[in-house]
């Protein structure tokens, strides 16, 4: 249980650091991509503007003063930017003709991929946008379109590599906060193993000297009612008969906590086992007109204990009986699936189950009925032991209904 408990700890831990790796690798790549298009964006419409001083007769950028560069490039952006950028513009007229365009700011475009990159903007209803590595931007030109491409190579390099470099360390840091998980994960869950092992003895201490003045109690009431039967003496052998079970099924459930995983395991015929246990309960369910029905493959055998399989089905039944509806129907199957085998009882319920009660049913003492009437006999504990069962043996339990009017416990157990 502790084991669990632990694994259960680093799994939960891990699965949220990662999410938070991931939101936070997202949220920083995102901010920077927009930061990488509001930038290029920014540059094309300095670009873009008609009257902007660009290069003169020389091929030399213009001398201007920094108030008068203000007219031109934003505040926040360098003067020197617009004159540094590689682009080249295309001028195309409404039937789609290029009537002019401008490829002296760069080398690695040539007229025939100006061509190409013109014909995919043109294509494009949105007047802005990336065709490659290149960020374009449409404006009105006369009575044509000017369309200018900005090759954004080096900055999408940059975003790429900060993108692959921040996906390695967040993996990395997972990768770390993982083993640090594991490391830590005895100490965190300490308080809680000692407060288990103390409860776990607690209970089997408390059993085994429970069970001393019962035995004295049973004496004492048979020797009284040696003289004769009366009411009274009836009542304190029932309740002794009630708490000596109790105390029995709770020291069972100690023993097989205890020795989770470490059960003396052995092959034995599944099927044969099942049969034997559900036909042991034909009596009790004739007596309350129940209608069992029994579905058992043959030939299944499994690798665990015989006489704590046994201790399950009975539990199991029992429980299916015990809380039946007069005249309603059991039903109990076996089965292989995935070599795996299942083990499935059902039955019709007197008493309606609610979805909310399924998580809760192998809980220890739990009821379904909040009155937490006895009248059934039960101590609300059979389900709990069936658990720590099929724990010890490797295998899953389940409660469902369909209902609400109906239960049904599946087991599955390694073979």
């Known amino acids: ?17 990662f999410i938070l790796m991931t939101a936070l690798v997202l949220i920083m790549n995102i901010v920077n991509y927009c930061e ?21 007769e020389k091929d030399q950028p213009p001398k201007m003063k920094d108030d008068k560069m203000d007219d031109f490039v934003p505040r926040g952006m360098s003067p020197e930017v617009p004159y540094e950028s590689r682009y080249f513009t295309a001028t195309v007229s409404p039937d789609g003709e290029i009537l002019q365009s401008d490829l002296t700011r760069i080398v690695s475009v040539d007229d025939d991929s100006a061509k190409d990159y013109v014909q995919k903007a043109l294509a494009r209803g949105a007047d802005h946008g990336f065709i490659g590595d290149f960020r374009y931007l449409k404006t009105a030109d006369g009575g044509g379109t000017r369309i200018i491409f900005l090759d954004c190579g080096r900055k999408l390099d940059s975003f790429t590599s900060f993108l692959w470099i921040s996906v390695i360390v967040g993996l990395g840091g997972c990768v770390a906060v993982f083993f640090a998980f594991m490391l830590a994960a005895g100490r965190i869950v300490a308080p809680i193993a000692e407060s288990y092992e103390k409860q776990k003895r607690f209970i089997s201490d408390a059993g085994h000297e429970i069970k001393t003045p019962l035995t004295i109690i049973n004496a004492n009431v048979d020797l009284l009612g040696s003289d004769g ?3 009274e003496l009836s009542d304190i052998r029932q309740q002794t008969k ?19 995983h470490a059960i003396q395991k052995i092959e034995f015929p599944l099927s044969d086992l099942v049969g034997e246990t559900v036909g042991s309960f034909r009596a009790p369910a004739a007596a309350r007109g129940l209608d069992l029905k029994v579905d058992i493959a043959p030939n299944i055998t499994a690798c665990g204990s015989p006489d704590a399989i046994r201790q399950l089905v009975s539990v199991l039944m029992e429980n299916a009986v015990k809380y039946s509806k007069d005249g309603g129907c059991v039903t109990v199957g076996l089965a292989v699936h995935r070599k795996t085998a299942t083990i499935t009882v059902s039955n019709e319920t007197a008493d309606v189950i609610s979805e909310s009660d399924l998580p809760h049913v192998f809980d220890r003492f739990y009821r379904t009925d909040v009155s937490r009437n006895s009248g059934t006999g039960g101590h609300g504990i059979g389900l709990s032991i069936a ?23 599946t087991v599955t157990l390694p073979m």
């Open 1 to 17: 249980m502790i084991n669990r408990l632990k694994r259960k700890f680093i799994i939960i831990a891990t699965v949220f650091m």
């Open 242 to 260: 009630r708490l000596t079970e109790l105390t029995n099924n709770l020291i069972l459930l100690s023993k097989m906590e205890e020795a989770e």
């Open 229 to 231: 039967e009366k009411e």
């Open 387 to 409: 658990k720590a069962i099929v724990d010890a043996h490797g295998g899953t339990i389940s409660a469902a209904t369909k209902s609400g009017h109906d239960f049904s416990v």
């Open 36 to 56: 990488v298009v509001s930038e290029s964006d920014a540059i094309l419409d300095v670009l873009s503007r008609q009257n902007m001083p660009f290069f003169d």
